[in-house]
């Protein structure tokens, strides 16, 4: 598709399961973002892709979290163990250009819900 | 730590007035700033930015102002729509270009016909 997409876009699970969150990014875009929104809030900072770089992983929580973007394109949001504190949205972005300028494309984000 | 605030959380305007939607963030070294429209359900959208050697920018009815020795943004909206209506989020790239971008808290716009 032109846009970035998330998957699933709503995502139930009971405390303590682990969850896998995927986002596919617009072809040729070389950056890719995770962000967590939750009910109410701004956009928190989780995790950067760029090309072959080494992510910048500052923004994760905790060791429950991680990311991975396989071939430079698709990526994958891991929770172990969840916890209802990580109910929120998961938002993923990709954009063109390297560095700091350029427009973050958006996904519509995963909502997750933790029992 | 560094962190992008807003100083209103919720703006009401009438429709066809003009918006002026503030933030203020505190890291002096970043160099990029943007500003992303939410609606409700959805992803955010690029509205327009800055990089920090102008101080100011215009778009289709939008306009940012950069002030930065007292590091503050604003972006204007002229003759605000219904559809206009959203979470409002002003973002910045801290220094070393590495493509980090941090958001602000938001602000709600709710434009009353």
């Known amino acids: 598709g032109a846009g970035v997409s998330q998957s699933p876009s709503n995502k139930v699970t009971e405390k303590g399961k682990d969850v896998e969150l995927r986002c596919d990014p617009i072809?040729?875009?070389?950056?890719l973002y995770w962000y967590r929104q939750s009910l109410g809030q701004g956009l928190e900072f989780l995790i950067y892709?760029?090309?072959?770089?080494?992510?910048?992983k500052s923004g994760l929580p905790s060791d429950r979290f991680s990311a991975e973007r396989t071939g430079g394109s698709v990526s994958t949001l891991t929770i172990q163990r969840t916890q209802q504190e990580d109910s929120a949205v998961y938002l993923c972005?990709?954009?063109?250009?390297?560095?700091?300028?350029?427009?973050?494309?958006f996904g519509e984000g995963s909502r997750l819900t933790v029992l | 730590g560094e962190s992008v605030g807003l100083h209103l959380p919720t703006l009401s305007v009438q429709e066809g007035d003009n918006s002026i939607i503030n933030c203020a963030y505190s890291?002096?070294?970043?160099?990029?700033f943007i500003w992303y429209k939410q609606e409700s359900g959805k992803g955010p959208q690029f509205i327009i930015d800055?990089?920090?050697?102008?101080d100011k920018r215009q778009g289709q009815r939008v306009t940012v102002l950069l002030n930065k020795t007292v590091k503050h943004l604003s972006l204007q909206i002229a003759a605000t729509q219904p559809g206009d209506s959203a979470v409002y989020f002003c973002a910045e790239t801290p220094s070393g270009n590495t493509g980090k971008l941090i958001f602000g808290q938001g602000t709600t716009l709710q434009v009353k016909p």
């Open positions: 800055i990089r920090s050697n102008m």
């Open positions: 890291n002096s070294a970043s160099d990029y």
């Open positions: 892709f760029q090309g072959n770089s080494a992510p910048d």
């Open positions: 072809s040729g875009h070389t950056a």
């Open positions: 972005a990709s954009k063109r250009e390297r560095g700091g300028d350029g427009e973050l494309f």
